[in-house]
């Protein structure tokens, strides 16, 4: 081993990318308490921030570590995750997981699905009950919007010369695709929504394990 830094960096999305579902919408869907506070609609509308709908959300009601931990079941990481990021490492590939969730359940799927990769991610743990996030304790990447600045990271790893290929889904993912080459620029959902409405090039990708595939 050597310090050597990599040429090829793949910086992947979490939610709705490297798993198949999203944690926010699962959530959502089975946790949080009906007639709670709209903080999505606060969030779209640019009266709250990104990160601050999502942790009056997970925070909003102490649901229990339990269930919370039974949504980890459902976030279908890929079942070759282990595979892929070797075969991915012989190509020259290192995977790096940029986020704007959190880091509790990202470490929590990875160890599941027995894989460990370098998080970009908010923290936070379980406190009483809730989900308590909190903003990235080292200011490197930290953004006051949704705690992460994923096109930070990318840039910072193209800085030096390295290829850098990104895949995401969703509205924070825009900025950090379009700052590397469209050949390696993967996009599903929103995210391949508007790159399409923008007239920017991206490759289309179905599942997350298609990627890996792809990468040469
Ligand atoms: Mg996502």
Redesign the pocket.
């Known amino acids: 081993m050597n310090d050597t830094p990599p040429l090829k960096v793949f910086v992947t ?5 490297l798993a198949g579902e ?1 944690f926010y919408n699962l959530f959502v869907s089975r946790l949080y308490p009906p007639g709670a506070p709209d903080y999505w609609s606060e969030c779209v509308a640019g009266r709250i921030t990104h990160f601050e709908a999502l942790r009056n959300i997970f925070a909003y009601a102490p649901v229990g570590e339990a269930a919370i931990l039974e949504l980890l079941r459902d976030m279908r990481l890929p079942t070759d995750l282990p595979q892929k990021l070797a075969m991915l490492r012989e190509r020259g590939w290192q995977v790096v997981v940029a986020s704007a969730g959190c880091r509790w359940y990202i470490e929590r799927l990875l160890e599941m699905a027995g894989a460990s990769l370098p998080i970009y991610a908010n923290g936070g743990s379980i406190i009483e009950g809730r989900l308590v996030m909190e903003m990235p304790v080292d200011p490197t990447f930290r953004d006051d919007y949704a705690g992460i600045d994923k096109a930070k990271i990318v840039r910072s790893f193209a800085a030096d010369g390295t290829t850098v290929a990104f895949a ?3 509205a924070t ?1 825009v900025a950090p695709a379009l700052a590397v080459p469209a050949p390696l620029r993967f996009a599903r959902g929103y995210l391949a929504d508007v790159l399409k409405q923008r007239h920017e090039p991206f490759q289309r990708f179905q599942k997350w394990g298609d990627i890996a595939d792809a990468l040469r």
């Open positions: 999305d979490f939610d709705g990318t999203d995401g889904d969703g993912d």
